[in-house]
């Protein structure tokens, strides 16, 4: 770490991912200041929502979880290696770039009562939805995405597929294949995804508020309402719900460990059972099972939205694109003149509630009396970006060619010049799929813009989530849309530039 500091670019680094990580402080001073009080505990525990509220919470949380886990494992099973499965990987953006809002409106308008689905079959229109089911069914699928992206960057291909082979001659079916050859060699990424996931899913505020339970809601959208309120009593108890959301995201990650390394005790005694699958599976068609959710998702809000003025299109893009640009930078400075380990408080923001760090920020801000300023939602929505954006572009980075540095060092390239004219270079097409996923976690970011806004600031995202507690249906397929195609247009042209790039080199290809 001294040794990183001697250069002054590396303090320009290290300043500024203090002043984006500083509200961890002050969250985790505010989550422990009434947890030591009986009377404040026994305030939320005779809360009469808390009970129902939890169940809800851990309904829709696990399904969520468990259930874009076994859509991941099953997909990868059936379908890899071959051209179904680079296929398959080829099409996840199409459901990566629509926003979790955007996703959970078409959800809503299309399975809710009233929506498409009712309309064709009425007596088909599910039950009252008190434990987060349908929330966790449309995170399952959303995040299944997501974790299969993970899988696709990290597994390797061609040893992999080779021992494969091997244990098809012996006889071993596609499910063996997959708990004796693959999983072990994805577990540690697999397992840090998966918690992302879990504290995502345990947290989310913005698709429960559009999807429900309603009342009680779940664990978040409670503490949330709590929060916003003006009593500080409540205010209170919103503080000691964000910490029991914080041990039930604990709880939750332990067992899930457990029940890993129990798996890991099973590896080591194989009975060498065969079991193949007797029955064909359409792989074909289950390979375009993920994509067809985005291309259905995009049908059903062109068939509902109406064409309306989007006055918030504006701000969205703002925040969007200038939140990106200044991540991609820091970033870029952080991979060269940052520590290269002992970092691992950079992945905080994914991996614990987001709500006790939106508070964090709100401390801050009012602190400095920036809230309800341009500067502060655009400051609070870097705590999001930037560590989503180094989970892109981090990998990519470390597989630069040491060779390349050595030879540029011994033509006498200072660091400076090694850092602009080859490792950026070779970084083009990361760094383009960095910024578009840094621009959709921006435009999806809900808490932070309407909390450290104060109101001032209308997206898309808070516009949609409003509408959806009783708005009107085209305005709010309209809204849905606008993200939607506002983010995939960004995914899109990066795409097309990350093309363009690499067309006269190949070593970009």
């Not at 291909?157 to 021992?163: D, H, I, M, P, T």
């Not at 007797?278 to 993920?290: A, C, D, H, N, W």
């Amino acid at each position: 770490m001294a040794a990183s500091l001697r250069h002054p670019l590396s303090w320009l680094a290290w300043l500024a991912m203090a002043a984006i990580y500083l509200p961890i402080l002050p969250a985790g001073a505010m989550l422990l200041a009434p947890a030591f009080s009986v009377t404040h505990w026994q305030s939320l525990l005779n809360d009469p929502q808390l009970p129902q509220a939890t169940v809800a919470t851990l309904v829709s949380t696990l399904i969520a979880t468990l259930g874009s886990l076994l859509i991941a494992l099953s997909l990868l099973a059936l379908l890899w290696p071959g051209k179904r499965w680079r296929r398959l990987n080829t099409r996840l953006p199409w459901l990566l770039a629509i926003p979790h809002v955007a996703f959970a409106t078409s959800a809503l308008l299309l399975f809710a009562e009233g929506g498409l689905f009712y309309q064709v079959c009425t007596v088909c229109t599910p039950a009252l939805d008190r434990y987060g089911a349908g929330l966790g069914l449309t995170l399952a699928v959303k995040e299944s995405a997501f974790v299969l992206w993970a899988i696709y960057a990290v597994l390797p291909e061609k040893r992999l597929a080779q021992q494969k082979v091997v244990l098809q001659t012996f006889g071993y079916g596609r499910f063996q294949i997959l708990n004796w050859l693959l999983l072990p060699a994805i577990a540690p990424v697999l397992g840090a995804v998966m918690l992302a996931v879990l504290a995502w899913s345990i947290s989310v505020v913005d698709v429960a508020i559009v999807l429900g339970p309603g009342n009680p809601p779940t664990l978040a959208v409670l503490a949330w309402q709590w929060l916003s309120q003006g009593d500080a009593q409540q205010q209170t108890k919103g503080m000691l719900l964000c910490l029991l959301i914080l041990l039930l995201l604990a709880a939750l990650a332990a067992l899930g460990y457990g029940a890993w390394k129990a798996w890991r005790r099973t590896l080591s005694d194989l009975p060498g059972t065969r079991r193949t699958s007797p029955v064909p599976l359409p792989e074909r068609s289950i390979s375009r099972l993920l994509p067809a959710c985005g291309v259905l998702c995009v049908a059903v809000l062109l068939m509902l939205a109406q064409r309306d003025e989007m006055g918030s299109l504006g701000t969205s893009l703002s925040f969007g694109l200038l939140s990106s640009l200044i991540a991609l930078v820091l970033i870029f400075l952080w991979l060269e003149w940052g520590p290269q380990r002992g970092t691992l408080w950079v992945w905080l923001p994914l991996a614990l509630p987001a709500l006790p760090l939106v508070t964090g920020q709100y401390f801050i801000a009012l602190r400095l009396g920036i809230d309800g300023q341009y500067v502060a939602v655009l400051w609070s929505h870097l705590l999001w970006v930037l560590p989503w954006m180094l989970l892109v572009l981090q990998p990519a980075w470390h597989r630069i060619d040491p060779r390349l540095i050595l030879t540029a060092r011994t033509l006498g390239w200072r660091r400076v010049k090694i850092f602009c004219l080859l490792k950026c270079p070779l970084l083009v097409r990361p760094a383009l799929l960095a910024f578009a996923t840094g621009f959709s976690v921006s435009m999806a970011q809900y808490m932070p813009t309407l909390w450290l806004g104060a109101g001032r600031f209308t997206t898309l995202t808070t516009e949609t989530v409003a509408l959806s507690s009783g708005g009107s249906i085209p305005v709010l397929a309209n809204r849905a849309l606008g993200l939607l195609l506002v983010t995939g247009m960004v995914f899109g042209l990066a795409a097309l530039l990350s093309r363009l790039a690499g067309r006269y080199r190949q070593g970009l290809r």
